[in-house]
């Protein structure tokens, strides 16, 4: 029985760029589909159900960000836009609307490629180590199931992507204890900073994260700042024990 092909949807009005990476991709081993603008990309989403979208922001008819917001309204799926050189707020716009990661304009393939396999690989269901054998964890009205990868606020089933779910679950399994963002980065997301920039990608996955989680965002009490270092989510008490 032929195993299953993950499929890559690549959203370029390019047509050399999206010929290089169906080419590319469909080489180790992808199922690739392509669009040419924004219209297109969100037919040919609801068409073919993919497993991860390639997204380029300039594109006529919709634009990247335009197709971001509207994939994430009906779907949780792993984006990874890619932006112009240079242009610090397109990236961290793409992230605020929901992409899971970037990557500029020039990039290598190859580069493309190891990110592709990166949130792919973090979106799958994997348990960190620090949770419980139940992967059951109540803090307050929050409940964090690892072993579903769902989350619920009260009785309200909270929606996550599957990063932010990742870099929830990783503060979670080292409750109390910081973690640098270049840390988070490489846990999650599977790449060393080159960039300052590149921790922005955290700074901004943190930000989503309190507006879901968080009763007040501005004032956290969940995932804190740890100044000087990165993120901690607060210490979780075990049964029994008391706050101090």
């Given at each position: 029985?032929?195993?299953?092909?993950?499929?890559?949807?690549?959203?370029?009005?390019?047509?050399?760029?999206?010929?290089?990476?169906?080419?590319?991709?469909?080489?180790?081993?992808?199922?690739?589909?392509?669009?040419?603008?924004?219209e297109e990309a969100l037919?040919?989403?609801?068409?073919?159900?993919p497993d991860l979208v390639?997204?380029?922001?300039?594109?006529?008819?919709?634009?990247?960000?335009?197709?971001?917001?509207?994939?994430?309204?009906?779907?949780?799926?792993?984006?990874?836009?890619?932006?112009?050189?240079?242009?610090?707020?397109?990236?961290?716009?793409?992230?605020?609307?929901?992409?899971?990661?970037?990557?500029?304009?020039?990039?290598?393939?190859?580069?493309?490629?190891?990110?592709?396999?990166?949130?792919?690989?973090?979106?799958?269901?994997?348990?960190?180590?620090?949770?419980?054998?139940?992967?059951?964890?109540?803090?307050?009205?929050?409940?964090?199931?690892?072993?579903?990868?769902?989350?619920?606020?009260?009785?309200?089933?909270?929606?996550?992507?599957?990063?932010?779910?990742?870099?929830?679950?990783?503060?979670?399994?080292?409750?109390?204890?910081?973690?640098?963002?270049?840390?988070?980065?490489?846990?999650?997301?599977?790449?060393?900073?080159?960039?300052?920039?590149?921790?922005?990608?955290?700074?901004?996955?943190?930000?989503?994260?309190?507006?879901?989680?968080?009763?007040?965002?501005?004032?956290?009490?969940?995932?804190?700042?740890?100044?000087?270092?990165?993120?901690?989510?607060?210490?979780i008490l075990e049964p029994?024990?008391?706050?101090?």
């Amino acid at each position: 029985m032929e195993a299953h092909k993950e499929k890559i949807l690549v959203v370029d009005d390019e047509a050399s760029i999206r010929r290089i990476l169906e080419t590319r991709l469909s080489m180790i081993g992808y199922d690739v589909v392509t669009a040419a603008d924004g219209e297109e990309a969100l037919d040919t989403f609801r068409d073919t159900n993919p497993d991860l979208v390639v997204l380029d922001v300039m594109m006529p008819k919709l634009d990247g960000y335009g197709v971001c917001q509207e994939l994430r309204k009906e779907s949780d799926i792993p984006i990874i836009m890619l932006t112009a050189l240079g242009d610090v707020a397109d990236r961290i716009t793409g992230l605020e609307l929901g992409a899971d990661d970037y990557v500029v304009k020039p990039f290598s393939p190859k580069e493309l490629e190891a990110r592709i396999r990166s949130v792919l690989r973090r979106v799958e269901k994997n348990g960190a180590p620090g949770i419980p054998s139940s992967g059951v964890i109540t803090v307050g009205s929050i409940k964090i199931d690892t072993n579903k990868r769902q989350v619920y606020k009260g009785d309200e089933r909270i929606r996550l992507t599957g990063m932010e779910f990742s870099l929830l679950e990783l503060l979670v399994s080292r409750s109390g204890e910081p973690f640098s963002r270049s840390e988070i980065l490489q846990e999650v997301w599977g790449y060393t900073p080159e960039r300052h920039v590149d921790t922005r990608v955290v700074d901004v996955h943190i930000s989503r994260l309190r507006a879901k989680l968080e009763d007040d965002p501005s004032n956290p009490e969940l995932i804190i700042t740890a100044r000087g270092t990165g993120y901690l989510f607060q210490r979780i008490l075990e049964p029994g024990e008391e706050k101090d």
